[in-house]
């Protein structure tokens, strides 16, 4: 059973065309690093999110390989340049393989 949760992302408002635009991504994860116990002295299994990329217009604009530390619900902020409108197409994918993906249409003004 996948253990994602829901995605939010959030862009500049009115972005134009060759200016920055801030996009702000979170998704629910647990973020288990494997090294805590349970209530009656397991370890809890290790369960990350491993990778977080962020595709605009189909080209890879954005990438981060994630670790243990990283808290849950992992949440990035980070800039494109756009020349025209288009889609971002934002992946996550954990250490047991499972994706989670959201596309957001991006209008510049």
């Not at 090294?35 to 491993?50: M, S, Y």
């Not at 996550?92 to 957001?104: F, I, K, L, N």
Request: with cysteine; aromatic share 10%.
């Amino acid at each position: 059973m996948s253990q994602f949760g829901k995605i939010w992302v959030r862009l500049t408002e009115n972005p134009k065309r060759g200016e920055p635009i801030e996009v702000r991504a979170m998704v629910m994860h647990p973020m288990e690093s494997g090294f805590r116990l349970d209530n009656v002295g397991r370890p809890i299994p290790r369960h990350i999110v491993t990778s977080f990329a962020c595709a605009y217009a189909g080209e890879q604009v954005f990438r981060a390989k994630l670790h243990p530390a990283v808290s849950a619900n992992p949440y990035f902020v980070f800039y494109i340049v756009a020349a025209q409108s288009g889609d971002l197409l934002l992946t996550w994918t954990d250490d047991r393989g499972e994706v989670a993906t959201h596309s957001v249409r991006l209008e510049l003004v």
